[in-house]
């Protein structure tokens, strides 16, 4: 069969990279074309067009790139045409996906979505787009069945596919006694900071967790960074401070670490996946700041408090991510803080929440069952 995935992002480029693996596993003849990454071309996709193209992030950033948009649609529609698939496949990124989605569908061709686009956060109306436009839609929250019920859409809950990603991963390292010595550190406990994978975040949101540093002598913090962000980015913000930069290797540093400082967003649930207390970090500019004030609809804006639907972790979001608030916070879950035990016993909730490892097998097998089934009703 011929798949075309769309994913806009490094998430999406990991839970393609695992999608398209199990494809591959399910049906040996696929051919799969891919917008996405660097992931998603070693698991087996051919990549037209990378994520580090596409990621426009914030209202400013995105009127700065109207163009560009424009000439990505375009091209990706022209794409599509030219192969040909059975089903196209959109991974979240919804302002350009949806917009691709009524094109393809108009277009005559099968449409699947894998991990929905945060509508259940803001901009409600867009599921109109997707009960029009969707063939199928797989999520990856099980808060989401009900999101979609009240809309009249049947949506699949086959897992989440981190706790897929966070076993295989954590299955191939050494003994956390080894990590340090594995990742070039010092044999002191480790505090991780994960400053999100857009230059924006990282300019805005790691000074404050960097003016952390001088208050716990007794731990080395670690920067897990990420290949697409410039060393001399990081380093200028790092500057004389004792912060060890390592990229791509986000889930070493996270399993070593007793404590993390997190942005928003997938981080958060691979913090808790591999049992590290964390404190959300978020900040971004007053714009975009100001226009999701207007229009989110969530009480959390962390993965993982949005699934247990109480406050399991601490977010500090905006004017509230001050050195006093991060400070105390990070006293708290740390060995012998007052919140780490019952964060860590959340964790245990969180993980019986989302249930077993396989959700991309399932996912694959779905879908491929699915498609041969349209097939044969023809």
Not at 40 to 68: C, P, R
Not at 215 to 221: E, I
Not at 230 to 257: C, H, M, Q, W
Request: hydrophobic share 45%; with cysteine; charged share 25%.
């Amino acid at each position: 069969m011929r798949f075309f995935i769309i994913a806009g992002e490094q998430s999406g480029d990991l839970h393609g990279s695992n999608l398209v693996r199990e494809l591959i596993k399910t049906d040996k003849d696929s051919e799969i074309l891919c917008w996405g990454g660097d992931l998603m071309e070693s698991a087996g996709a051919k990549l037209l067009i990378h994520y580090k193209k596409l990621a426009f992030m914030g209202f400013t950033a995105v009127v700065k790139n109207l163009g560009a948009i424009a000439k990505n649609l375009t091209l990706c529609k022209q794409q599509i045409t030219d192969f040909n698939p059975d089903v196209i496949i959109f991974i979240d990124y919804p302002g350009f996906n949806l917009r691709i989605a009524a094109f393809a569908k108009n277009a005559g061709f099968t449409t699947y979505y894998y991990i929905s686009p945060k509508l259940w956060a803001w901009n409600e109306r867009r599921v109109k787009k997707i009960k029009k436009h969707i063939d199928r839609m797989y999520i990856i929250f099980p808060f989401e069945v009900e999101f979609y019920k009240k809309h009249n859409i049947s949506v699949e809950y086959r897992g989440n596919p981190l706790v897929d990603e966070t076993e295989s991963r954590i299955a191939s390292f050494p003994p956390k006694s080894e990590i340090c010595k594995y990742l070039g550190l010092a044999e002191k406990p480790i505090i991780a900071l994960l400053a999100g994978s857009r230059r924006h975040e990282v300019e805005l949101i790691l000074p404050s967790m960097i003016k952390m540093v001088h208050f716990f002598p007794g731990y080395q913090f670690v920067l897990a960074g990420v290949k697409n962000l410039p060393d001399e980015l990081y380093y200028r913000i790092i500057g004389n401070e004792p912060v060890k930069l390592i990229k791509e290797k986000t889930y070493e540093i996270l399993y070593a670490s007793d404590a993390s400082l997190v942005t928003s967003g997938t981080a958060t649930l691979e913090a808790a996946l591999l049992d590290v207390p964390q404190v959300v970090c978020y900040k971004t500019d007053f714009l975009t700041a100001l226009l999701a004030w207007m229009v989110i609809r969530v009480e959390y804006i962390s993965l993982v408090n949005l699934i247990m639907d109480f406050e399991v972790i601490k977010e500090l979001v905006q004017y509230k991510m001050t050195e006093k608030s991060i400070l105390r916070e990070l006293k708290a879950i740390l060995p012998g803080g007052i919140k780490r035990e019952k964060t860590l016993s959340d964790y245990e909730g969180l993980k019986k929440i989302l249930g077993p490892a396989g959700a991309s097998g399932r996912v694959a097998r779905d879908m491929i069952a699915e498609l041969k089934r349209s097939v044969c009703s023809i």
